[in-house]
Structures are given as C-alpha cells and as structure tokens.
C-alpha cells in the first residue's frame, strides 16, 4: 500500500525547534528523493526541502541555514529538523517523493498524506 504518514508537528514560539517525521511505505522511498513540503493559507504547496539517495540537498531560500533534511533508509523515514523558526514558517508540513532528474526536482507522482501542522506563534 503506498502511504505517506507526517508527525511531530506542533505549536512553537518563534526560534523555537520541531523535528518532523515522515514514514513512507517501501515502493515510494525506494524513489530517489524524497522532500518536505508545506502550505500555508491562501498559498500554493511547495518544496522545502528535499533529498536524493545520494545525498544529494536542496533547501528553499526562506529555510537556508535553519532547516536540514535527513533520511534513514533502513527506517524508511525521512525527517526535517526545524530551528529558528518564525510566523512565517506556519504551515501545514507534507513529505512526497520528487522525481529528480538533471539537477532539478519535480512533481511528486504520488497521493498525498495528511501533512502536519505547525504553527509559530508567542
């Protein structure tokens, strides 16, 4: 069964630390790469981090520096450890598999889970 399971979100003041946790069913992470997404309100889902096999990183701007993407593959996790975080990091928080082919990330293929809400706020 392909399946995608997000825990650790949470509520957290700002500069504070949350470690998300993705379990992924084995046919989707034995894809190469697999990443962190997140929407908030009004705005479109997007990549913020991601992970070949390889060890391969990508990380968006806004997350640079505070944010890092691990994976273990006998565990078939993937996780996203989170500090500093500010308001601007609210979200609701998905894992998926994108496709990565030359340098560049793509759509995933797969059904989504049910993501994991964090919220940054005093």
């Known amino acids: 069964q392909v399946q995608l399971v997000e825990s650790g979100g949470g509520l957290v003041q700002p500069g504070g630390s949350l470690r998300l946790s993705c379990a992924a069913s084995?046919?989707?992470?034995?894809?190469?790469?697999m990443g962190w997404y997140r929407q908030a309100p009004g705005k479109q889902r997007e990549l913020v981090a991601a992970?070949?096999?390889?060890?391969?990183?990508y990380y968006a701007d806004s997350v640079k520096g505070r944010f890092t993407i691990s994976r273990d593959n006998a565990k078939n996790t993937v996780y996203l450890q989170m500090n500093s975080l500010k308001p601007e990091d609210t979200a609701v928080y998905y894992c998926?598999?994108?496709?990565?082919?030359?340098?560049?990330?793509?759509?995933?293929?797969?059904?989504w889970g049910q993501g994991t809400q964090v919220t940054v706020s005093s």
């Open positions: 084995e046919s989707i992470f034995r894809s190469d790469a």
């Open positions: 998926n598999a994108p496709p990565y082919w030359r340098g560049k990330f793509y759509a995933p293929v797969y059904s």
């Open positions: 992970v070949t096999s390889g060890g391969t990183t």
